[in-house]
């Protein structure tokens, strides 16, 4: 049996696991962070939290004679991925990253595109009172020192009480949200402002069209440098790259 790990927290890691998980000779498996309470969990083996930095991956891939490394991790984590590039090299085992594609503004698009979210907290009071913040939950603290500004923010997990974020309100709520829905919630709350990451896919695109119908401005920060290694943006092609043959000639 052949040992494949994928390092996971986004979609494509878990389709991607659930469709190897199911050829035959191949075992699966994949690492999460821990950070949400209640992941999906894809098909094949799953292992929650860190290694323990370089030497904690490479350790963990010698002893359970990793092949193939995946790292399907999402493109702002930036530190699993110069791990996952280090302990590949060093182990010696062909590394793959899957990754989805970057969005790209429409015309009709009023983004304001910045390198961070330090970047995007220095602008907010220049351009709105009221802030869709739709960052995720680990970083939100950022924005606590911007006083003249009151955030909706989004997360998956309901807070931790000890845990202080900025002035505004919270949503515990999972996606994906339709168009209709995005646009609803923006309306309702009288959001002039969006401020997302660079995060790419279908499954949270919807609140970009609906700030376009709207035409409210987007702060979009923009994707980290992230090592340069193999790179494909499809399920499909991470899969024949594990299997070792071209995507065209894929049936499963
Ligand atoms: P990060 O800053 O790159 O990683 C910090 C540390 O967390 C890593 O050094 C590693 O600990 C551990 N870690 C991260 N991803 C891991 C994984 N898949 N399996 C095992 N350990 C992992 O990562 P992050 O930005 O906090 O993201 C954490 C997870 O959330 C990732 O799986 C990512 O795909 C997912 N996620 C992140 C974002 C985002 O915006 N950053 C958004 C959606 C989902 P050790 O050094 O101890 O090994």
């Known amino acids: 049996m052949k040992q494949i790990l994928i390092l996971g927290g986004t979609t494509e890691a878990y389709e991607l696991a659930n469709r190897v998980a ?19 969990v894809p098909m094949g083996t799953v292992r929650v939290g860190g290694f323990g ?47 989805r594609p970057a ?30 913040l739709s960052i995720g939950r680990q970083e939100l603290s950022y924005f606590i020192a911007v006083k003249t500004a009151w955030f909706l923010m989004r997360m998956v997990d309901q807070p931790q009480a ?7 309100k919270i949503l515990v709520q999972r996606g994906p949200f339709s168009r209709v829905e995005e646009r609803s919630l923006l309306q309702t709350y009288g959001i002039e402002v969006l401020v997302t990451k660079n995060s ?9 069209e609906a700030a376009r119908e709207l035409g409210l401005p987007v702060v979009i920060v923009q994707r980290p440098v992230l090592p340069d290694i ?6 499909e092609a991470a899969i024949a ?11 499963i």
Do not use: C
């Open 53 to 99: 930095g370089v030497d904690g991956l490479v350790g963990y891939l010698r002893e359970h004679q990793i092949e193939r490394l995946i790292d399907a991790t999402h493109p702002f984590a930036v530190e699993i991925s110069r791990n996952a590039a280090i302990a590949a090299a060093q182990v010696g085992i062909p590394h793959l990253r899957l990754m």
């Open 22 to 40: 199911q050829i035959p000779s191949y075992l699966i498996t994949t690492a999460l962070a821990g950070r949400t309470q209640t992941p999906k």
């Open 162 to 168: 000890d845990v202080i974020y900025p002035n505004g």
């Open 241 to 251: 790259w594990i299997l070792g043959i071209s995507s065209r000639s894929l049936v």
């Open 103 to 132: 969005w790209e503004a429409v015309s009709s698009d009023r983004w304001i595109s910045v390198q961070s979210l330090e970047e995007a907290r220095q602008i907010i009071p220049e351009i709105a009172r009221r802030v869709f």
């Open 200 to 208: 790419g896919g279908s499954a949270t695109y919807a609140k970009l």
């Open 230 to 235: 193999e790179m494909v943006t499809t399920v």
